[in-house]
């Protein structure tokens, strides 16, 4: 690997984390693409790599999350068992699904989100006065109020149909492993469709949890030898300050915006990786 590379890869690290801090999904959503579109690095090498940046990622930006009130703890921990089960499910099916297959279900993981993002425009403030059936969200008290500056107050949310969301966790972690996207592309509209929770809870939520599923499946791969240790540490370093950079502006950006940011970039990324699936090259090659 040369110096050039090695450059190229710490840019792509920060900018790609910067955006992913942002939307609360870590950089593996946007590094695998990129490194296999755009360096032409095996879409297996660069699935290893990016577990590395999502670890990397999520630490980075878990702090300024947890001082904004943003992250529901207590809901993470429980959503994370269903993930991180997911996560060692797909790392037993990594080297069975084809390569093409990997292209075309990475192409339609992220056009379905796009648009169950899409089709829920706008972040519902919750009646905390409102008459509801007992749930388990109730019975572990997961439910909280942000402070969206935005807004200028404090928003009241409530988490529900939490069964249903663990279901979703399950199988994103399971894409998680197979991808090596971190699974908040897969979080994000879960919580966001089933949970019924304000974007900016999503993100950060799905932030402090992506670490943990990566790990999940990071350490198997480097077990079988499917990360490549330099890569992995360029990557890591732009990760964190990309990362950081990320969650500061996630704290002003509005939710809104966030929404809009969050799908152009589902349908660009899908769009590219069907391109990669049918063959067809995207920018010039590393050697």
Avoid at 1 to 15: K, Q, T, Y
Avoid at 49 to 61: D, E, K, N, R, Y
Avoid at 84 to 111: D, E, K, M, Q, R
């Amino acid at each position: 690997m040369d110096l050039h590379f090695e450059i190229w890869l710490f840019a792509v690290a920060l900018g790609t984390s910067a955006l992913g801090g942002m939307l609360g999904m870590a950089s593996g959503i946007f590094i695998v693409p990129v490194l296999t579109i755009f360096g032409h690095v095996d879409i297996r090498a660069a699935v290893g790599v990016s577990l590395i940046s999502v670890i990397a990622c999520s630490c980075g930006s878990a702090a300024p999350f947890l001082r904004g009130r943003l992250t529901n703890v207590r809901l993470a921990v429980v959503l994370e068992a269903t993930t991180t089960l997911g996560a060692l499910s797909g790392v037993l099916l990594f080297n069975i699904v084809p390569v093409t297959i990997l292209y075309l279900l990475f192409a339609a993981v992220l056009f379905v989100s796009a648009q169950q993002m899409l089709s829920r425009r706008g972040d519902p403030v919750t009646d905390v006065g409102e008459e509801r059936a007992p749930s388990w969200a109730d019975a572990l008290q997961l439910d909280a109020a942000y402070p969206d500056q935005a807004l200028g107050r404090d928003v009241v949310y409530r988490v529900q149909r939490l069964p249903l969301g663990m279901l979703f966790m399950y199988g994103a972690g399971l894409l998680s492993a197979l991808l090596g996207i971190g699974s908040g592309v897969l979080k994000i509209p879960a919580m966001d469709t089933a949970l019924r929770l304000p974007i900016k809870i999503s993100s950060a939520t799905s932030n402090f949890m992506i670490s943990v599923t990566a790990a999940a499946s990071a350490g198997a791969y480097f077990l079988r030898g499917n990360i490549d240790p330099l890569m992995a540490g360029v990557v890591a370093l732009g990760s964190v300050v990309g990362s950081i950079l990320g969650a500061r502006i996630l704290l002003r950006v509005s939710s809104e915006k966030l929404r809009i940011l969050f799908i152009a970039v589902l349908l660009l990324l899908g769009a590219q990786m069907l391109l990669s699936a049918l063959g067809i090259s995207i920018g010039g090659h590393h050697s």
